[in-house]
């Protein structure tokens, strides 16, 4: 016979309330700590070369093409690839100073005609200081 002492049994729970804080201050804490580079999501693979001349010029204008074909003007992607729209993105980025230097970083699995599209684009502006970034190749 069982007998009945007029309480309810304890039902047991568990407080979610500690884990959310635990995973709370996981997710601050690999916020805080992770470095956000921009450049670091192109990967790009320079041409090789033989010389060793480097240019050390204040802040040049930089333009990236990666190895799918996407156009990188400074940090901005240039969404429409055709000469107009090229050449309106370099003249906006670039402003009135046909004088600035221009480094042009290709990716060497690209193909050629963005390279060369990018080129007459800048050379159709004005600018005539455009160099092409390379690596240095395997010594002779």
């Known amino acids: 016979m069982k007998l009945s002492t007029g309480r309810v049994p304890d039902e047991p729970e568990i407080s979610l309330v500690s884990l959310i804080d635990v995973v709370f201050c996981l997710i601050i804490f690999l916020v805080v700590t992770t470095t956000f580079d921009h450049r670091s999501a192109l990967k790009i693979v320079l041409p090789k070369t033989d010389s060793r001349t480097e240019v050390q010029v204040e802040q040049p204008l930089t333009v990236l093409i990666d190895a799918e074909g996407r156009i990188f003007i400074g940090n901005n992607e240039v969404l429409k690839t055709d000469p107009a729209s090229l050449r309106a993105s370099l003249a906006s980025e670039?402003?009135?100073?046909?004088?600035?230097?221009?480094v042009?970083?290709?990716?060497?699995?690209?193909?050629?005609?963005?390279?060369?599209?990018?080129?007459?684009?800048?050379?159709?502006?004005?600018?005539?200081?455009?160099?092409?970034?390379?690596t240095p190749g395997a010594e002779p």
Do not use: C, E, K, Y
């Not at 670039?94 to 221009?102: E, F, L, V, W």
């Not at 970083?105 to 800048?122: E, F, G, I, N, P």
């Open 104 to 134: 042009i970083r290709a990716d060497a699995r690209s193909q050629t005609q963005h390279l060369v599209t990018v080129m007459d684009s800048l050379g159709q502006l004005g600018f005539t200081r455009v160099n092409l970034a390379t």
């Open 94 to 102: 670039a402003g009135s100073d046909r004088t600035r230097q221009i």
